[in-house]
């Protein structure tokens, strides 16, 4: 007697075509691609506006170098002066401060002085990413009969003072 084994495949009821392989198909990629697009394009500016935040915490503490200084120079004059220079230098005798902020973000400069206050400013360099800073490019400080108001802003002509400000976090 003979036998007779007939196999029968499993796939032969599968409509679907078979992988072969652990590849990824070309839509997979494209969907995959299209999603990290979508979160770079959220995330970069996100990332970069948070770190020019951080730099103005370098035009802050310069300002306060500067209102340091202001005030042991007024202990020993007669106002306060609108000069960074060094004490030493050919120029008129200064608070001795660098005019820019250490790694070069900002310029300083005190635009105005006299006997009973001065007003500070830290403008972004051009050129750097500050420069970039849609909303507090310019910042100011001013001392007026020993109050201080701050201020900030893009592309603004003349600042508004106020006690507290966007620009400076409290």
């Given at each position: 007697m003979q036998r007779t084994i007939i196999q029968m495949s499993n796939h032969a009821t599968s409509t679907c075509p078979q992988r072969s392989g652990g590849g990824f198909t070309l839509i997979e990629v494209v969907i995959t691609m299209v999603v990290l697009a979508i979160l770079a394009a959220v995330a970069i500016p996100s990332y970069n506006d948070s770190v020019r935040k951080s730099r103005r915490a370098e035009a802050f503490t310069a300002m306060a170098a500067v209102q340091q200084a202001q005030e042991r120079w007024r202990a020993n004059n007669a106002t306060y002066t609108t000069s960074l220079a060094a004490p030493?230098?050919?120029?008129?005798?200064?608070?001795?401060?660098?005019?820019?902020?250490?790694n070069n973000y900002y310029d300083l400069s005190?635009?105005?002085?006299?006997?009973?206050?001065?007003?500070?400013?830290?403008?972004?360099?051009?050129?750097?990413?500050?420069?970039?800073?849609?909303?507090?490019?310019?910042?100011g400080l001013q001392m007026q009969g020993g109050n201080i108001r701050y201020a900030g802003c893009a592309d603004c002509e003349a600042f508004t003072y106020s006690e507290a400000h966007a620009c400076w976090a409290r």
């Amino acid at each position: 007697m003979q036998r007779t084994i007939i196999q029968m495949s499993n796939h032969a009821t599968s409509t679907c075509p078979q992988r072969s392989g652990g590849g990824f198909t070309l839509i997979e990629v494209v969907i995959t691609m299209v999603v990290l697009a979508i979160l770079a394009a959220v995330a970069i500016p996100s990332y970069n506006d948070s770190v020019r935040k951080s730099r103005r915490a370098e035009a802050f503490t310069a300002m306060a170098a500067v209102q340091q200084a202001q005030e042991r120079w007024r202990a020993n004059n007669a106002t306060y002066t609108t000069s960074l220079a060094a004490p030493d230098d050919d120029e008129e005798p200064g608070l001795g401060i660098s005019s820019t902020t250490p790694n070069n973000y900002y310029d300083l400069s005190v635009p105005s002085a006299d006997g009973t206050g001065y007003e500070v400013t830290a403008i972004a360099k051009t050129g750097t990413s500050q420069a970039q800073d849609t909303a507090c490019r310019r910042l100011g400080l001013q001392m007026q009969g020993g109050n201080i108001r701050y201020a900030g802003c893009a592309d603004c002509e003349a600042f508004t003072y106020s006690e507290a400000h966007a620009c400076w976090a409290r």
